[in-house]
Each structure stands twice: as C-alpha cells, then as structure tokens.
C-alpha cells in the first residue's frame, strides 16, 4: 500500500473569469518509507497540494488517500496518522520549548516521555533552550522545535512543507541529515522545497511548475534524461555575451548560471563551434568548459519545452 496517493487532482482559487488553477490534473504516488521531495518555484502549487493531503483544504476534484484512508471521508483517521509542518511557523511562540512539546503530545493522546526516543537526536539539540520561548528561538531552533511537534505522537506519515526556506545553509543540511535519520525509523516523508539542490538528497522528486508536474523520477533518473551538451561559459562582458551566444544557430538555449552563463548545444559538434565564434567575438577573456547537467539545468529545461 502507497503511504501517498493522488490521483487526477485539481484545484483553483477564485471565480469563473479569474480563476487561477493551482494544480492541474496531479497524479503521483509515495511509497512507504520513501522520501519524496516536490521540486518548485513559489506560486507552483505545493502548499495547496500539501493542504489537500493534510486535509485541511477540499480539491475541485479527484482523489487522494494517505495510508489508505481517503483524504475526505477519512479525515479523523488521517490526522491521527501524521505529522504536518507548514512553511510557516505556527507553534505557540508564548509558550516554552518543553510547554509547546507537551501541549501537542496532549493533543495526540500521548506524552512527551512515550515517544522521546524518535525525537531525542533533535530534542538534545535544543534541550538547553527549553525553558525559552518559541518567539525568541532562532530560525533554525525554530525548525527542530517545529520538526519535534510534528513527530511526537509518531505520525505514519511526515508532511514538510517548505522547511528549510529563511534558514541558514548549516542548519538546513542538518535539517536534511535528521529526515535521512527518520526515514530509516519507517516514516514515509513528503517534503516540498524551492531548492533545487535538495532534490538530490530525495529517493524520488515530482517537478512542479505552474500547479503541472513536469516530471517524476529519482534525481539521477530526472538529470540522465538531459541528453544535449551543456557548456559553462563566462567573460568580461556578462550581458554581451549572453546575447551574442543567443544569436547562435546551433545553441538550444543559453541563460545565466551564478557566474557563468550555461549553454545547451544541439549535439557534440557545436562545441568548437561556440567557442570560434566566441573567441571571434572580442568579449574579453573567454572562459569555457563543459558540465553535468544537474536538477536546475533539467527543470529550466522541461519548463521550456
């Protein structure tokens, strides 16, 4: 049985002459002990997905189930069964670390103590702030205090909502190193981010794009999919590079890459061929080299197409 399962969801916002389609005829399933991570920009739809599967929100139409309790006649059933995180912070923030920990462990008919052991590599990392308030805790504290409330009454199933968006680098791959921790204690984990680079660390990830999946594989399924040349390319002139290589019959798509500009070439032989007509063009000093397509390269590529 698939921990997650949706099937042909739609759902939008507003009235019939400005409607917005959030999601669009999604399809995607989870399987059990699985992390999977939905890939997208802002806008994509991803917490109106996650809302739907928490049953928090009714879709237009279509079906959804989590561990096989569908998401709206079974909606009691559901909520005993997992833990949701939202993307923003929601706990109490005039109650303490240990006061918002046992206030949800009450909720969940349960107690701090009972299920300490599948929050106790988180909780030792903020035990020395439990007697400060949730408001004065730092983004990342934030987080792990976010993560233990969603956990405490051992859920089935972890919704993650856009985690690591507003903290620091450190304390998102510390983020990701307790999922990979979780994962290996049985729980299926659904998270959603706009970081491509954290698609890596999923076992499957679903390209979201404007409330469409674009594509659902492992990452190296996804990034073995891209088959054309890409090239990194940088000089003096940014801007003048950038339109001088869009003028290229042989280049399928050129766009700005951190300090380089990558270059998707229709087929192997273009690449002398880039780089006469770049050396040709006096830009400055030409700096060129192939690379590996990776997640970002891919999703810039299905959104195009």
């Known amino acids: 049985m698939a921990a997650v399962s949706v099937e042909n969801i739609i759902m939008s916002y507003g009235k019939k002459k400005q409607k ?18 939905i890939i997208g920009p802002d806008g994509a739809g991803k917490t109106s997905l996650f809302r739907i599967l928490t049953t928090l929100l009714l879709a237009d139409s279509g079906q959804a189930s989590v561990n096989g309790f569908d998401v709206v006649k079974d909606m009691k059933q559901i909520r005993k069964r ?5 993307g923003r912070f929601s706990l109490y923030q005039d109650l303490t670390v240990e006061e918002n920990l046992h206030f949800f462990a009450t909720i969940f008919q349960t107690s701090f103590s009972e299920n300490y052991n599948l929050i106790k590599d988180i909780y030792v990392q903020i035990e020395p702030f439990k007697n400060r308030r949730a408001g004065q805790l730092s983004g990342g504290m934030k987080q792990k205090l976010a993560l233990c409330c969603a956990l405490i009454h051992r859920p089935e199933v972890l919704f ?31 998270v959603s981010t706009p970081y491509m680079d954290e698609a890596n660390i999923c076992d ?13 594989d492992s990452p190296a399924g996804v ?36 300090e380089f500009h990558h270059v998707v070439l229709q087929n192997e032989k273009a690449v002398p061929s880039l780089e006469q007509e770049l050396e040709a063009a006096d830009l400055g000093h030409i700096t060129m080299h192939k690379v590996q397509a ?12």
């Open 20 to 37: 917005i389609n959030a999601l669009s005829d999604i399809s995607f399933s989870v399987a059990a002990g699985e992390l999977f991570g």
């Open 82 to 86: 997992i833990g949701y995180m939202p």
């Open 160 to 190: 993650l909502d856009e985690p690591t968006t507003g903290v620091d680098a450190v304390s998102r791959k510390e983020f990701w190193d307790m999922l990979q921790g979780l994962k290996k204690q049985g729980i299926s984990i659904l």
């Open 204 to 216: 499957r990830v679903a390209l979201l794009q404007k409330g469409k999946i674009l594509s659902i």
């Open 223 to 258: 990034i073995a999919h891209f088959k054309n040349p890409l090239v990194a390319v940088k000089a003096k002139q940014m801007l003048a590079l950038l339109e001088k290589i869009k003028t290229l019959d042989f280049v399928q798509d050129a766009y700005p890459f951190g």
């Open 294 to 305: 990776n997640i970002e390269d891919c999703f810039i590529q299905l959104m195009k197409n």
